[in-house]
């Protein structure tokens, strides 16, 4: 098969962007309707912890078949084929009459949503290799901006009956049908294990847990924490979302430049610094105005530590390598390294409902300890500034 054109290219762009908008704007109108589902099933913070869990734990096992199937199938096809597992298990989650048919929808949408993780980052690294220049930061902006409209149609549509959130699946149907990059290497290289240096991406990798343990706190459980703590209004729990994802969102959409013009490194221990306070302010917030502020200040710190944890252990797997085998192994890294993903994700969203089954307060306090390792392994972050002093 031949490289893909310039064109191409610029028609794959978008497209992967509209598969990070789709993920994002599924994931957030499920878990900003956490109270509402909790009080649908009658579910109490362990309860709604365990199920939690095992959506992260199905995710893992999504990503890992995404590993197998990509070198086989090519991970367009299979971000087409995770993009319609999403879209009929929200469905029958949503539509579920009974509490066993929601838990085993929301474990099929597990499993689906490990599949377009992997694949859609998989589809990013490429783009980016191919253009030679930084752009996981603003697809990972595209995820943002999704989570913020699911953020806002959650705000809007309080009042809706239920099963008209089923209609969310049809975007994830449509998106399938995009035109995602294909694989520009003839048939599928493998690689094995010792050509990866994984100790090295684990570093890498812990940057992520970080991140996805204060990410998926501020979005599971910062909804609950405004309607617990606060006894904030019910329409207004989203917020706790919503400027989180415009602040993170916008540092995204600008990530390529600022990473490029100040480096990853540098970028990330500044982010760090903002986050500390952030979460500072969370815990210690008298009112919910004031975490409402802090949310949104935590968006701004920790917005890049994922594209950009992407983005280096992409370019650690892809040294000294030739084209065919370079894909290969950045294709195995991206699913294998996904699973830092839902480590941070198990940590965010269990642990802190764990942790805080008294308090939130408490809770909140697992991110503020952890986005402390931070401005140590921001070293780590070498990779992805080599990439962008080479755009």
Request: proline share 6%; with cysteine.
């Amino acid at each position: 098969m031949t490289a893909p054109t310039r064109p191409d290219l610029g028609r794959a762009r978008p497209a992967i962007a509209l598969a990070f908008l789709t993920q994002g704007l599924v994931f957030i109108s499920l878990t900003t309707r956490l109270p509402r589902i909790q009080d649908r099933w009658d579910l109490g913070e362990l309860a709604l912890s365990g199920v939690l869990l095992m959506m992260v734990l199905l995710a893992g096992a999504g990503s890992l078949v995404a590993e197998r199937l990509a070198p086989r199938l090519d991970s367009a096809v299979v971000l087409r084929a995770g993009l319609l597992g999403v879209a009929g298990s929200v469905a029958a989650l949503v539509l579920a009459p009974t509490r066993p048919l929601f838990v085993l929808g929301l474990a099929a949408y597990g499993v689906g949503l490990g599949l377009v993780d992997a694949t859609g980052n998989m589809q990013a690294v490429a783009l980016e290799h191919r253009l030679g220049r930084v752009v996981l930061p603003s697809c990972h902006g595209a995820w943002t901006l999704g989570g913020v409209v699911g953020a806002v149609v959650t705000l809007v549509s309080s009042n809706v009956p239920w099963s008209a959130i089923a209609l969310v699946a049809l975007l994830p149907l449509a998106v399938a049908a995009a035109p995602f990059l294909p694989r520009d290497h003839g048939e599928a290289a493998t690689a094995t294990e010792t050509d990866v240096p994984w100790r090295a991406i684990v570093m890498v990798g812990l940057a992520l847990v970080v991140f996805y343990t204060v990410d998926t706190a501020a979005a599971t459980w910062g909804p609950v924490y405004l309607d617990d703590v606060f006894s904030a209004p019910e329409e207004l729990v989203a917020l706790a979302t919503l400027p989180y994802l415009l602040a993170s969102g916008l540092v995204r959409l600008v990530g390529d430049g600022l990473t490029e013009r100040v480096g990853a490194v540098r970028l990330l221990r500044v982010g760090a610094a903002v986050a500390l306070v952030a979460l500072a302010t969370i815990v210690a917030a008298p009112s919910w105005p004031v975490a409402v502020a802090g949310f949104t200040l935590l968006g701004c710190g920790v917005a890049v530590v994922a594209p950009l944890s992407f983005s280096a252990a992409a370019a650690l797997a892809g040294r000294d390598a030739d084209p065919a085998t370079r894909h290969a192994r950045v294709d195995a890294v991206v699913a294998r390294f996904n699973q830092f993903n839902y480590a941070g994700a198990l940590l965010g969203a269990v642990m802190t409902g764990a942790v805080g089954a008294g308090s939130l307060r408490v809770g909140f306090a697992v991110p503020l300890v952890l986005v402390v390792a931070l401005f140590w392994l921001a070293r780590a972050f070498a990779p992805a500034d080599e990439l962008s002093a080479g755009a």
